[in-house]
Structures are given as C-alpha cells and as structure tokens.
C-alpha cells in the first residue's frame, strides 16, 4: 500500500493538477482525522455484527451452490 507521500512520488509527471489534488486529498483527510490519518497500520481486525452473522448460513449455502454450479459445468 502507498502512503499519499509515496504516492505523489510515484505519479511525477502526471501533471501538476494531479499532485495538487492529491495534496488537496491529504489535507482534507488530516483535517477529518487527525496526523494519525497518513500512518500505514500493520494489522486490522474486523468481526461481523449479530446482524451479518445471522447471513452466514445464506453466504455458505451460495458458495455450495456455486462450488457446484462450477464442478458440474468444467467437465
């Protein structure tokens, strides 16, 4: 993953609107989040909500039907 430094970097000659903006993006995103908002974290950890798991039984019924789907039309 790029930070927005890195970024900027990697797009010299892209013109300078495109550096401009992305600045403009890097501004806006620090004012939202604060100086933290540019650092890269290592690790993220998401859980799904009582809602979304109440979707699993739903989610792995579609990926059987789908292994099926596939197996029984690669022959």
Known sequence: MLR???HDKAH????????Q??????DCRQSLFGPSADRVHDHVEYSLTEVGESLRPIIEAMKTWGN???DEHES
């Not at 010299?12 to 550096?19: D, K, Y």
């Open 4 to 6: 927005t430094s890195d």
């Open 12 to 19: 010299v000659g892209a013109g300078e609107h495109v550096g």
């Open 21 to 26: 903006m992305l600045g403009s993006v890097r």
């Open 68 to 70: 099926h789907y596939r």
